[in-house]
């Protein structure tokens, strides 16, 4: 079964700086799909970026991108100039290509942003 | 507004009660997704329906049964509540096959006491 692990259960970042927040995870399969939600006090879940397996190049959304090293199975989020609305929960996802499958998540990282 | 939509937003109920969680997909979205979310735990997945079939089922207990309907809304049965069972259910859709993820609902809140 994929795992998704998150192993900074809390990070923090200045306002204007940049975070890095890692995720990694265990899989068999070559074709699959990443994803970075962003969980704020709302407790709505919104989708931040997406990365495909078979793309080498790193999905970029705005002050958003990624560093996917699929050799590592990593993929890491970076936020850069970061704002106070970004402090929330981040949670990693992975879904298999293969048919219609489910979402794994990670455990998640809550990110602070210090004015 | 997501487009999916979650009823009712929050619950409170007592032990032992029987529950029932309401949610709407996307508009030409055939798949949903049940997950609950324990307080600050992440996401864990319950049941997925594609098409008014049961496709994958994850850690749902057996006091939990859900089922989507021809017009495609789903619904989430929870018995036999426990004080556990507080948390956040999650409802996502999506299309068939996608590389854009899901579309969550904004939750239930569902408070046993």
């Known amino acids: 079964a994929q795992t998704v692990t998150q192993s900074q259960p809390e990070m923090s970042v200045q306002e204007a700086e940049t975070v890095t927040l890692s995720c990694t995870y265990d899989?068999?399969?070559?074709?699959?799909?990443l994803f970075w939600y962003k969980q704020p006090p709302s407790r709505q879940m919104i989708l931040v970026i997406r990365?495909?397996?078979?793309?080498?190049q790193n999905a970029t959304e705005n002050r958003f991108s990624v560093n996917f090293q699929k050799a590592a199975k990593s993929f890491s989020l970076k936020i850069s100039d970061s704002q106070l609305g970004d402090a929330a929960m981040y949670f990693c996802?992975?879904?298999?290509?293969?048919?219609?499958?489910?979402?794994?998540f990670g455990a998640g990282t809550r990110l602070t942003v210090k004015p | 507004d997501s487009g999916v939509t979650q009823t009712p937003k929050h619950l409170i109920t007592a032990t032992g009660q029987r529950v029932t969680l309401r949610c709407s997909p996307r508009?030409?979205?055939?798949?949903v997704y049940w997950y609950q979310q324990s307080l600050d735990q992440g996401l864990q997945f319950l049941i997925q329906?594609?098409?008014?079939?049961?496709?994958a089922k994850g850690n749902i207990l057996e006091r939990f049964s859900a089922q989507q309907f021809p017009d495609l809304h789903s619904e989430l049965n929870l018995s036999s509540l426990e004080l556990g069972d507080s948390a956040l259910y999650f409802c996502?859709?999506?299309?068939?096959?996608?590389?854009?993820?899901?579309?969550f609902g904004s939750g239930t809140r569902l408070t046993v006491v």
């Open positions: 996502a859709s999506s299309v068939a096959t996608t590389n854009y993820g899901y579309t």
């Open positions: 899989t068999s399969e070559s074709d699959y799909y």
């Open positions: 990365q495909e397996a078979y793309k080498q």
């Open positions: 996802a992975y879904r298999s290509a293969q048919g219609n499958n489910d979402m794994r």
């Open positions: 508009s030409g979205d055939l798949s």
């Open positions: 329906y594609y098409n008014g079939e049961e496709r």
